[in-house]
């Protein structure tokens, strides 16, 4: 019996991507095809401007072939996509301003002309 369950959301990394779909493992035992159909309500010219290999993204279960263990998988209507929230750090100035920078600058400058001679 399949641990997943048809309509919920789960999290998957995307392991293929095709012309006609996008493979993505759930679990060591599970995995799913997103087909090019179930990507946008638009059309889909190239899958990889929606999806990156090795991405992890929220995806729907559509349907589940219990013997197989093969998922059949959509993101359209759901966004499969988190937004990450960046804590703001506060900055603190130092008495020092741009002056270690221009203090580096030739340094890393020199260095690197030294391995592009390499």
């Not at 789960?10 to 179930?38: M, P, R």
């Not at 190239?46 to 995806?59: A, R, T």
């Amino acid at each position: 019996m399949t641990p997943y369950k048809k309509g919920k959301i789960v999290k998957g990394t995307v392991t293929g991507i095709e012309n006609y779909g996008a493979f993505i493992s759930l679990d060591e035992y599970y995995s799913g095809l997103i087909h090019i159909s179930e990507i946008s309500h638009g059309y889909v010219k190239d899958i990889n401007s929606f999806l990156k290999i090795g991405e992890i993204i929220d995806v729907e279960i559509l349907d589940i072939d219990e013997a197989s263990g093969q998922l059949r998988l959509s993101i359209k209507n759901i966004p499969y996509r988190k937004k990450q929230n960046f804590k703001r750090k506060k900055i603190h100035e130092t008495s020092l301003g741009f002056k270690t920078l221009a203090y580096k600058l030739p340094i890393w400058i020199e260095k690197s002309l030294k391995n592009m001679e390499k």
